[in-house]
């Protein structure tokens, strides 16, 4: 299945082609490499000449060109969220629009589950965290969350969008670890939680210099993560960028959740529809169980 994130008041992919996308985030409108991107582009080079940010790389090298009277940072409000934009040097904004529909189906399993039992939260453990999207989305809708993320800065600027949705005060535990570190002291609490999701990139390094290779750590990191869930769990959600990977083979690490609790299992891509020609651009996959 492809899961599309339409067009929103504060988002909306303007174009993409020729191995570049120009996406509007509120008032300003970026122009980024994408190698996904490998048609046409339906506008004219008049309409790209126009965004206020343009990345570049030149050799090993990056950088933002930013048009006088652009800001270097700004806020916007996407699926009852708000959200602090910041270009940064790995050509990301600190959100991932596609991820839209994924929050959606939390928030709904959770305030379903929520209706139904009215004296015990879901607890959510959100690893690989980023800037939050999930995270907030999961504590809107009534659960309580344990965010975790190697980066400090990539957790402070999760609690600063908290802060900006008025959730700076909802019941989200915000820690800087290594997750595979963090996962094992779990593990030996006896901790449990509903749900879990996670997001892991296809190379990076903990806060202490911890070092992470999806084809080498995926597999154990999944197979731990399982051991943290409760006896009636909700949902478990994967989803990823790493180029060469299947959603097939992002499902087939959690197959075993379908025989052991029965639910539903899907799996497929993430895209963003363009306006105007109704385009779907591929920006990652995903894989999902739901009880």
């Known amino acids: 299945m492809i899961l599309k994130t339409k067009k929103q008041n504060d988002y909306e992919l303007v174009d993409s082609g020729n191995g570049e996308k120009l996406e509007r985030y509120g008032s300003y409108t970026l122009r980024r490499p994408d190698p996904e991107a490998i048609w046409e582009k339906s506008k004219d080079i008049e309409v790209w000449e126009k965004a206020g940010l343009k990345f570049v790389r030149t050799g090993t090298k990056t950088k933002w ?27 990301h ?27 015990k939260k879901v607890s959510v453990l959100n690893l690989f965290a980023y800037t939050g999207g999930a995270t907030l989305a999961c504590a809107k809708a009534g659960a ?13 600027w999760a609690r600063e969008n908290a802060k900006l949705s008025e959730l700076e005060d909802a019941p989200v535990r915000w820690i800087v670890e290594d997750v595979l570190v963090f996962l094992k002291r779990e593990i030996k609490r006896g901790r449990k939680y509903d749900a879990i999701i996670m997001d892991p990139p296809s190379f990076g390094h903990g806060p202490d210099g911890e070092m992470w290779k999806i084809e080498d750590d995926f597999v154990v990191f999944v197979d731990e993560c399982k051991k943290l869930l409760s006896d009636r769990p909700l949902f478990f959600l994967i989803s990823g ?21 029965g639910g539903t299992l899907e799996d497929g891509e993430l895209g963003i529809e363009e306006k105007g ?12 169980w739901s009880r």
């Open 65 to 91: 060109i930013v048009k006088e009277g652009t800001s270097k940072s700004w806020n916007i409000s996407y699926g009852d969220l708000n959200f602090s934009i910041r270009p940064t040097s790995f050509k």
């Open 93 to 119: 904004t600190g959100l991932f629009p596609e991820q839209l529909p994924n929050w959606q189906w939390t928030e709904k399993i959770i305030t379903n589950y929520q209706l139904q039992i009215t004296n």
């Open 144 to 156: 309580e969350v344990c965010h975790v993320d190697g980066s400090k800065t990539a957790v402070e």
């Open 241 to 261: 960028y790493a180029a060469g990977y299947s959603s097939t083979a992002y499902r087939q690490n959690i197959s075993d959740l379908l025989s052991k609790f």
């Open 277 to 288: 020609t109704g385009r779907i651009l591929p920006c990652g996959i995903f894989a999902r």
